[in-house]
């Protein structure tokens, strides 16, 4: 099994809302990261988790707010958004540094 | 720190042709370099990769990708194209110092019949 499921594939919030996203792996990887990808661009590094801690912030906004519950899942917890955050969040596992990240097909966020 | 090049924004080819889309790295060090493919709104579907040994390496749906230390480079190849393959190409590298990934901007394949 070499799948990240994401959930939900789609999401429109508002800017008060408070939504999560959420991302499981079971490939038995100790790293997890949350990417943002904007329409025609590479996907940006947000949050790397490894072992279950948090090992990179990419000095993203607080209203952005990761969480590890155990080593197969991930989520993303979204509060007070702004439209300019609408974009594909993107899920990924590996086993660890410089091994191939293994993707999942991303959640696609509206914020009206 | 780490960093990719990818020269060509968009390159459009006849299906049956042959395909090379070129990346550039930068880096100090050994590179982990990686092909990914994504497809509209979907994620991003590794297609090979290249960490030590033969510096030609082969991957899923018929690439193969060259590492060639002395240009810095890791270009993909497919001998002959078909429709499916119409897509966004990424190259990346990675460090064994940290987990990061660094993606070059893409090329877009546009396939005509």
């Known amino acids: 099994d070499t799948e990240v499921t994401q959930t939900p594939k789609h999401l429109v919030m508002g800017m008060t809302n408070k939504k999560s996203l959420k991302c499981e792996q079971h490939?038995?990887?100790?790293?997890m990261y949350w990417y943002k990808q904007k329409a025609k661009k590479p996907p940006e590094l947000m949050f790397v988790?490894?072992?279950?801690?948090?090992?990179i912030n990419e000095s993203v906004p607080s209203r952005f707010s990761p969480e590890c519950p155990n080593s197969s899942l991930l989520n993303l917890h979204l509060h007070a958004l702004q439209p300019e955050d609408s974009a594909l969040y993107l899920c990924?596992?590996?086993?660890?540094?410089?091994?191939?990240?293994?993707f999942g097909q991303g959640t696609r966020l509206t914020v009206v | 720190a780490q960093s990719v090049t990818q020269p060509d924004i968009h390159i459009t080819v006849s299906e049956g042709a042959s395909l090379e889309l070129r990346c550039n790295y930068s880096?100090?060090?050994?590179?982990?370099l990686f092909w990914y493919v994504q497809s509209p709104g979907q994620g991003l579907q590794l297609l090979l990769k290249?960490?030590?040994?033969?510096?030609l390496v082969q991957g899923i749906k018929g690439f193969e990708a060259e590492f060639k230390r002395s240009q810095s480079s890791f270009n993909l190849r497919k001998p002959s194209v078909h429709w499916s393959d119409a897509a966004e190409y990424f190259c990346?590298?990675?460090?064994?110092?940290?987990?990061?990934?660094?993606f070059g901007a893409g090329t877009t394949v546009t396939v005509r019949a």
């Open positions: 990924a596992s590996s086993q660890g540094r410089a091994f191939e990240a293994f």
């Open positions: 490939m038995g990887h100790r790293a």
């Open positions: 988790y490894s072992y279950e801690k948090l090992s």
């Open positions: 880096y100090g060090a050994t590179p982990y």
């Open positions: 290249y960490f030590s040994g033969d510096t």
């Open positions: 990346a590298v990675g460090a064994s110092v940290d987990y990061k990934l660094s």
